[in-house]
């Protein structure tokens, strides 16, 4: 499921390239698009394997308010805002490709545990022990990302 989830990151962060004129841009929205998608994957693994549903939901809320990933979305969002405002676009369209990203994603996931819902659910739990042990797709985002999250936790230059 990691690979599937990583291909599924890189294809979302390419279809929003185009919001992303610049490094910064494309650092933020690679470091949108991960949360977004591991918050979808919980999320999605939390309606299929019922029997852990309420792991899955602790797991999302705690990644969710986690300080790290939260300043990171956050200033990856402002990002994203201030680069649709640059280039004469709208905040709409930001919200509307991650929306679009997101729904991709959830579908996906609907997809491969409908083909082999057995398997699905063994990497899902996979996954809950990787949150736990904040390892793999849930390591710190620095070490994920280390280049993106230098550039999208350094301060706006002065325009």
Do not use: W
Request: proline share 3%.
């Amino acid at each position: 499921m990691r690979r599937f989830l990583i291909a599924l990151v890189i294809a979302g962060s390419m279809g929003s390239t185009a919001l992303a004129d610049d490094e910064r841009s494309r650092a933020a929205v690679r470091v949108s698009t991960h949360i977004a998608g591991q918050l979808t994957s919980l999320g999605i693994c939390a309606g299929i394997d019922s029997a852990n549903a309420t792991a899955y939901r602790s797991a999302a809320s705690a990644y969710e308010q986690d300080s790290d990933v939260s300043a990171a979305d956050s200033a990856a969002q402002k990002i994203l805002a201030e680069d649709a405002r640059q280039t004469g676009g709208d905040q709409k369209r930001v919200t509307l490709t991650r929306q679009r990203t997101e729904a991709a994603l959830a579908q996906s996931l609907r997809d491969a545990a409908a083909a082999d819902k057995p398997r699905f659910i063994t990497a899902c739990r996979d996954e809950l022990q990787s949150f736990n042990g904040h390892s793999g797709s849930f390591a710190p985002l620095t070490d994920l990302f280390p280049y993106e999250m230098k550039l999208i936790l350094i301060e706006a230059p002065a325009q």
